[in-house]
């Protein structure tokens, strides 16, 4: 069953079968995770932290896109002038440079969502905790986390999560 399934059929079984018991018995909190690894400062954090180990690489990126670009309009402007050769080689070179910049592009992206996945992994843990000790703390029954499919704002407490994280 996904996650998100578990969730709300935990919420509804706990509802059903309290009995005599009403819904308003219970204190019930949602953390929109989203807004958590938005807006949280070790979320914010955690990206200008990752923006800055990737700089070099993306520059280096840019610097390959922008020769393949201008390999390709020398390459159209001037190949009809060219020796069969010369336009051989060019075009050669041109695929060369673009297929290294595809397999550059690829390794950059998956290097990324490697080490964004990474950080969002400890955010997470840092913010169960946090969670945890709210809901201890305010006597919170239950408190779900995304995705749900509709959770109001009165019961939205990732405000108080997002402060709580700042605070650490």
């Given at each position: 069953?996904?996650?998100h399934?578990?969730?709300?059929?935990?919420?509804?079984?706990?509802?059903?079968t309290?009995g005599?018991?009403?819904?308003?018995?219970?204190?019930?909190?949602?953390?929109?995770?989203?807004?958590?690894?938005?807006?949280?400062?070790?979320?914010?954090?955690?990206?200008?932290?990752?923006?800055?180990?990737?700089?070099?690489?993306?520059?280096?990126?840019?610097?390959?896109?922008?020769?393949?670009?201008?390999?390709?309009?020398?390459?159209?402007?001037?190949?009809?002038?060219?020796?069969?050769?010369?336009?051989?080689?060019?075009?050669r070179d041109?695929?060369?440079?673009?297929?290294?910049?595809?397999?550059?592009?690829?390794?950059?992206?998956?290097?990324?969502?490697?080490?964004?996945?990474?950080?969002?992994?400890?955010?997470?843990?840092?913010?169960?905790?946090?969670?945890?000790?709210i809901?201890?703390?305010?006597?919170?029954d239950?408190?779900?986390?995304?995705?749900?499919?509709?959770?109001?704002?009165?019961?939205?407490?990732?405000?108080?999560?997002?402060?709580?994280?700042?605070?650490?």
């Amino acid at each position: 069953m996904p996650k998100h399934l578990m969730h709300a059929f935990f919420a509804a079984a706990l509802l059903l079968t309290a009995g005599a018991a009403t819904a308003a018995d219970y204190k019930i909190g949602f953390v929109n995770t989203e807004r958590l690894f938005r807006e949280a400062a070790p979320a914010k954090r955690a990206q200008a932290k990752i923006e800055k180990e990737f700089a070099a690489r993306d520059a280096e990126i840019q610097k390959l896109a922008k020769q393949v670009r201008d390999m390709q309009a020398s390459l159209d402007r001037d190949g009809a002038t060219m020796s069969d050769t010369d336009r051989r080689n060019k075009e050669r070179d041109l695929a060369n440079q673009s297929r290294d910049l595809q397999r550059m592009q690829r390794e950059f992206r998956e290097d990324l969502n490697l080490r964004r996945n990474e950080e969002l992994a400890g955010i997470q843990e840092r913010a169960n905790k946090v969670i945890q000790q709210i809901a201890e703390s305010e006597k919170y029954d239950l408190i779900l986390q995304d995705p749900v499919v509709y959770a109001s704002q009165r019961i939205d407490i990732t405000d108080k999560v997002i402060k709580a994280l700042a605070d650490k």
